[in-house]
């Protein structure tokens, strides 16, 4: 399959030809360049997909490991060394899908979307950019090369949040992401320094030999490469980047929360998983924990916000820690069981990332027709949008996890394993997605229907988008409704073997009823014009109302924890240090060097007669020093 270095080479090719000559380009030419290079990208993976898929598996029954190109890049041991290359497995041949299938869609939605923008070729370039990272991080054959294409996927997130350059929420915003991602891949770094010094390779399947040497330290390796991984899939409390992350293009919204960024984290996750269920269990339940709690309180905030496209980030935030919790539920449960949180897992990213990339767009298209992002310049907004409805519509329902749409079979499958690990912990994830559906409903009728703004839209009448941004929606929305009808479990599971998805009609009865009640709730509080009961609400708790739509002042909480604890407490400390001392004691060398010159200058007099007498003054000292 030498082919798929197609997969790698078009999209940097694409990157190059539009970053160096892009400005010389039409619009037109330079988004076909892009577009067309995804086309050929999305092609290709499909094409590996089939082949990978259609291939017999081994005597064991699982699907056979296949790098069609590795290579030695920095030697440092006769065993220790980073490869370049590319591995083909379950897990990664589907995530070739998902990124271009949805990157390929951003490219052709962004040609209505960004049309007329400045700057529209260097835009394309970062497109490319981006989805060349990602794609380059799923199918790295090492611990290391997934490294390198994890800072190009942030350095692409960099560029691409902070596009309109020339807005200042904008910059900080790039800025924030930058850093906190930053922060956190530095534990990513160190475990993966660990790992290498006491497995002795970066490869992902260290030999048994390594793996019995270095497993008192495995854990702690393995723990602080999660920490690279809730950044990037921005986990609590490290999720404070990705809502400011909303300041970039819509398209680029949908590409970071659908297919490429936060998952990263997740499928860094399942990557290791052999080695976390194997050697790091405890480890594994802390990913349940962290994810659990990070799903309530994104669920919790996403209740009252009035941004869409800040309540489809906290969607998102909470959605990738269900991931996470059908990860870390895979312990202590017969092999069954723990298989089933693994492929719930990975199939939740999978159909998440068709319909999240869905309402991104389509909240897109809402913003494009009303140019605002508030709730409030919106309602009533289905007479004059109709596919954008309709479409949203069905991504709602589907994240809602209401049959037959797609994430009722994935979010059914990891509530079916949570309930295997724990009940307690069955319960509060069902209890989430209940929280689920409630917003994304409250969502839902706070666009389409409610008072219509009919000052604004006078001014402005909304309208549907052009055919090349509603064409995605309709492709996402059509792969949304059949997507959980794929025997997921056939292609991906933990073990690698077979396994056929059924549903717990008990925890499946129990998901439908608490989101059904939930959309219910939602209908009744904000179908109507007016919102009295929203309203009481919001009056009779206000100081939770105002906890939750400030996020439960967790950017107030970190700015305290930089500004009070680290710039003043440890940063400034260092700094009257480094100038004072380190400064001054280097100030102090240069100052003794100049006095000693200018003691010795009479000495340089330029008269025979003076270095005669110096010289001979020398001569008897060494002398005296020789004698005694």
């Known amino acids: ?138 199918v790295a054959t090492n611990i290391f090369q997934m490294y390198v294409f994890w800072e190009l996927v942030g350095v692409s997130s960099y560029l691409l949040i902070g596009f309109y350059y020339t807005k200042p929420e904008a910059i900080a915003a790039s800025k924030k992401a930058f850093i906190v991602t930053r922060f956190a891949d530095l534990g990513f770094l160190i475990g993966i320094l ?25 854990p702690w390796a393995l723990g602080l490469m999660f920490v690279g991984g809730a950044g990037k899939s921005a986990m609590f409390p490290l999720h404070i980047w990705l809502p400011d992350a909303m300041e970039g293009p819509t398209p680029v919204s949908a590409l970071i929360h659908a297919a490429t960024m936060v998952v990263a984290g997740v499928y860094q996750v399942a990557r290791l998983f052999p080695l976390y269920i194997a050697y790091a269990p405890e480890t594994l339940h802390i990913v349940a924990y962290v994810g659990a709690f990070t799903a309530f309180y994104a669920a919790s905030v996403a209740c009252v916000q009035s941004d869409i496209k800040r309540v489809l980030a906290f969607s998102t935030i909470s959605q990738i820690g269900f991931m996470m919790v059908a990860l870390g539920v895979c312990t202590g449960m017969p092999s069954h069981e723990g298989g089933l949180g693994y492929m719930a897992s990975m199939f939740h990213l999978f159909t998440h990332a068709m319909f999240k990339a869905l309402l991104f767009l389509g909240a897109g298209c809402i913003i494009h027709a009303v140019h605002s992002n508030e709730m409030s310049a919106m309602g009533g907004l289905r007479k004059y949008m109709p596919v954008t409805h309709i479409t949203f519509l069905i991504a709602c329902l589907a994240i809602s996890g209401i049959p037959p749409f797609s994430g009722f079979f994935s979010k059914d499958e990891i509530l079916t394993a949570c309930f295997a690990f724990s009940p307690v912990m069955g319960w509060v994830m069902t209890v989430i997605a209940g929280m689920t559906a409630f917003y ?147 100030n102090f060398l240069a100052w003794a060097t100049n006095a000693s010159a200018e003691e010795v200058q009479p000495m340089q007099s330029g008269r025979i007669q003076a270095y005669t007498v110096w010289f001979l003054c020398g001569i008897i000292v060494l002398t005296l020093l020789l004698m005694l």
């Open 1 to 138: 399959m030498e082919y798929t270095i197609l997969i790698l080479l078009l999209p940097v090719l694409s990157f190059l030809v539009l970053a160096l000559a892009g400005m010389k380009m039409s619009h037109r030419v330079a988004g076909l360049i892009g577009t067309l290079s995804l086309c050929a990208v999305t092609v290709v993976s499909y094409l590996t997909a089939y082949a990978y898929f259609a291939m017999p598996r081994q005597a064991d029954g699982t699907f056979a490991q296949l790098m069609p190109y590795n290579f030695e890049w920095l030697p440092f041991t006769d065993a220790l060394h980073i490869d370049m290359g590319i591995l083909l497995d379950p897990i990664s041949v589907m995530m070739l899908v998902v990124i271009s299938t949805v990157s390929f869609m951003v490219h052709i939605y962004s040609f209505g979307y960004m049309k007329g923008e400045r700057g529209f070729q260097r835009y394309y370039a970062f497109l490319s950019l981006f989805t060349f990272s990602m794609l380059g991080l799923v």
């Open 440 to 586: 994304m409903f409250r969502l839902y009728y706070g666009i389409f229907w409610g008072t219509e703004n009919k000052a604004l839209h006078a001014a402005h009448t909304p309208h549907e988008s052009p055919l090349t941004m509603t064409f995605p929606l309709m492709v996402l929305a059509a792969v949304t409704c059949v997507a959980g009808f794929i025997p997921f479990g056939h292609f991906v599971t933990g073990d690698g073997l077979s396994y056929d998805i059924h549903l717990d009609s008990t925890v499946a009865l129990t998901s439908c009823v608490v989101a059904v009640v939930a959309i219910a709730l939602a209908t009744f509080i904000y179908v109507r014009d007016r919102q009295p009961v929203a309203d009481a609400l919001a009056r009779r708790f206000p100081r939770l109302h105002e906890a939750a739509y400030r996020r439960f002042y967790m950017d107030e909480a970190w700015l305290f924890v930089t500004k009070r604890i680290i710039f003043r407490m440890v940063s400034t400390p260092l700094a009257w240090f480094d100038r004072h001392v380190v400064d001054g004691f280097m």
């Open 194 to 218: 660990i790992y290498g010094y006491y497995m002795g390779t970066f490869t992902f399947d260290p030999a048994q030999e390594d793996l019995m040497q270095g497993a008192l330290m495995l």
